[in-house]
């Protein structure tokens, strides 16, 4: 079982970025996923989730209207894309599969929003 995060980097504010998340030795269709998110000095705080069946959304509040979880099961992947960056956004992004028998994490990506 692995997941592994791709796509961070630097960006300035208001700049755009898409998370990816792939998984592999399980389905993500079949899991809750989730992103979160760990700046240094705070708690990991979730970030995005979506849902196992149905695909219904949820974000915290501070990212509602920029970002966008979704899901392709075809390449079993998650993706978050985050637009209109801020500053505060910067963190290491985690990628999270759960059910009620499993939890899984990916290593994590980081995200710096800097001009």
């Known amino acids: 079982v692995r997941l592994v995060e791709s796509g961070g980097g630097l960006v300035q504010p208001g700049g755009s970025l898409r998370l990816s998340c792939a998984a592999s030795?399980?389905?993500?269709?079949?899991?809750?996923m989730s992103w979160y998110r760990q700046a240094p000095g705070k708690e990991r705080e979730l970030v995005a989730a979506?849902?196992?069946?149905?695909?219904?959304?949820n974000y915290a509040d501070s990212v509602k209207g920029r970002f966008t979880i979704s899901r392709d099961n075809a390449k079993n992947t998650v993706y978050l894309q985050m637009n209109n960056l801020k500053p505060e956004d910067t963190a290491v992004y985690y990628c999270?599969?759960?059910?009620?028998?499993?939890?899984?994490w990916g290593q994590g990506t980081q995200v710096t929003v800097s001009s």
């Open positions: 999270n599969a759960f059910s009620l028998k499993y939890d899984y």
């Open positions: 030795g399980f389905t993500v269709s079949s899991y809750f």
């Open positions: 979506i849902t196992n069946a149905g695909g219904s959304t």
